[in-house]
């Protein structure tokens, strides 16, 4: 157990020093939220509070849970909304075998936590969206990802739906009010304590090259993971999303220019089931959407959590076919069904195993880079005094391991001087502070010809990010023949990872040498 | 063989199929994240 993607280190970090009362920082010298889930951070200090102190192994548990609880409650949803036993394994069961489901369930991250939380909202709305338990888990998958957002305007879209084709009136303000004052006290919480609304890690997806892409590039990518690996209930579920909020939008628009409600069934079961498949719908084409306009993320972690809702909605579409069939064909419909479906979870799984092979692939790279990272760590807290401030740009499983050292993150995830030299369009005063505070060690991802990410990141700063100025020179040429290189790794696929002693006379040279 | 595919489909489509089917999917996902935690499978 253990080696998990860099990034759940970062939140593993903020979590420790939040259960032993230093605050919900990665520093000891400066207040910043980098922690990519306040939730799922919460969760993780309160449980290293209590005695769990490997949280590696907590987070593999966390998700292995979380996925086993979105596997049932999502067959659930999709069993109850479609009356059928079969058609839900048939699109469960490709997830249930992928990589992106299976690896990032125990990748250390939120990703399948959020989808669990997800995935019990919507099943919580089959009883009522202004329940307690669905306002309440409306209201945690709020503080757990920024992308709870759309789910929010999800149901106040269903709301205000309803309210126009004069159906429902209470709904709607209990609904807004959950939101709004859930946005508003994690707002003033992170203005409170971090000066800042937007966390961090928001904030440099705005402007790092690594997570921008154009909208073309969105596209294929989102193409790509959607169609390529899960292409059979994302084509169904698009479709599917695509023609019910169609269909509701032309309802609602008859429903207000006729000033009459508009036609619905009188049973409350069916009515509740048409409210959730059109809270699904609008869930779906509302993050697709925040897929090609938003940042990117490695193997799609961020699409990872419609995996489950498009499963359900491609069911109904399943069962819309099925029942079709079976009318077209009253001799030969149901063996036409149960062939269809075969080839359906052939093909589905087929395409899942692929996906599976990618990111165990992945994964591997990943693990065996953690292995490096945290010997480096280990180093550090053992032999590094404890005031030396270290450089680097690869912080997660470096600075998890070396707790009780502050490090100065150059890509700007963890550390604020960068970003905020960066948005004042001068990388000059990151300089200055570097030249000031001199951290006299660099722990860091490199390259087997000797460059370091980090020198070049503080050099080179215009390759890395937007917004700066073109520069032939360097800002700061870090590599220096007094520099001494004090651990390093090599890794398989051509990293190395080093830990070097930097001089101090680094700082003082003015010229590329 | 017919008697055998309709006792299969029997149970696929009886009262308890809905725990057999969600449970063999607990048990894929479970089995699939489990060897993802393996270190051979990290190291491999």
Redesign the interface.
């Known amino acids: 157990m253990g080696n998990q993607y860099d990034d759940s280190y970062i939140t593993f970090r903020h979590a420790v020093n939040l259960a032993l009362g230093k605050g919900l920082v990665f520093n000891s010298y400066e207040r910043v939220n980098s922690a990519s889930s306040f939730l799922y951070t919460l969760l993780l200090a309160g449980l290293y509070r209590v005695g769990f102190h490997d949280l590696e192994a907590v987070s593999a548990i966390i998700g292995l849970l979380s996925g086993c609880v979105i596997v049932v409650a999502t067959a659930r949803l999709a069993g109850a909304l479609s009356r059928s036993v079969l058609l839900p394994f048939i699109a469960m069961l490709p997830l249930c075998v992928s990589g992106s489901m299976t690896g990032w369930a125990v990748s250390g991250m939120e990703t399948t936590f959020y989808a669990a939380l997800v995935i019990l909202y919507l099943v919580s709305c089959r009883s009522g969206m202004t329940t307690t338990p669905s306002l309440v888990l409306l209201a945690l998958c709020l503080i757990t990802r920024p992308e709870g957002i759309i789910l929010w305007i999800s149901a106040i879209a269903v709301e205000l739906s309803e309210r126009v084709s004069g159906l429902r009136h209470s709904g709607l303000l209990k609904c807004a009010a959950v939101g709004v004052s859930v946005v508003l006290l994690q707002s003033g919480l992170s203005v409170w304590c971090y000066g800042s609304i937007v966390p961090q890690p928001l904030e440099l997806k705005r402007v790092a090259l690594y997570y921008h892409l154009t909208f073309a590039q969105s596209f294929r990518y989102v193409r790509d993971f959607f169609v390529s690996r899960f292409g059979v209930i994302s084509v169904a579920g698009t479709c599917f999303a695509v023609v019910v909020t169609l269909r509701n939008a032309v309802q609602c628009s008859l429903s207000w220019w006729n000033g009459g409600p508009a036609p619905s069934s009188a049973d409350p079961e069916k009515r509740s089931a048409e409210r959730v498949c059109l809270l699904m719908s609008l869930f779906v084409l509302g993050s697709m959407a925040s897929y090609l306009v938003g940042p990117y993320s490695d193997f799609g972690r961020y699409m990872v959590p419609l995996l489950p809702v498009l499963a359900v909605v491609s069911v109904l579409l399943f069962k819309s076919a099925s029942d079709g069939i079976r009318g077209l064909l009253p001799e030969h419909g149901r063996s036409a069904v149960y062939l269809i479906g075969l080839l359906l979870v052939v093909f589905g799984c087929h395409q899942a195993l692929a996906d599976q092979r990618e990111l165990s692939a992945f994964f591997g790279r990943t693990a065996r880079h953690q292995e490096a990272r945290k010997s480096l760590g280990m180093w550090i807290e053992d032999n590094v005094p404890k005031g030396e401030v270290i450089l680097s740009s690869d912080l997660g499983a470096i600075a998890y391991f070396a707790m009780n050292h502050d490090f100065i993150d150059v890509f700007g995830l963890t550390s604020a001087a960068p970003l905020t030299a960066i948005k004042q369009r001068n990388w000059g005063a990151f300089v200055d502070e570097l030249k000031r505070r001199k951290p006299s060690w660099v722990a860091d991802t490199g390259f087997p010809d000797g460059r370091l990410q980090s020198f070049e990141i503080v050099g080179f700063p215009q390759h890395w990010f937007r917004g700066l100025p073109f520069r032939e020179s360097s800002y700061l040429n870090l590599y220096f023949s007094g520099n001494q290189v004090v651990q390093q790794r090599t890794t398989t696929d051509g990293y190395v990872f080093r830990l070097v002693k930097i001089a101090a006379a680094a700082y003082e040279q003015r010229e590329l040498e | 063989m017919k008697a055998k595919l309709s006792r299969l489909l029997g149970v696929?489509?009886g009262p308890v199929?809905?725990m057999i089917?969600?449970g063999?999917?607990?048990i894929?996902?479970?089995g699939?994240?489990?060897?993802?935690?393996l270190?051979n499978?990290?190291?491999?």
């Open positions: 696929v489509s199929a809905p089917l969600t063999a999917l607990v894929a996902f479970g699939f994240a489990f060897m993802a935690l270190p499978h990290h190291n491999g």
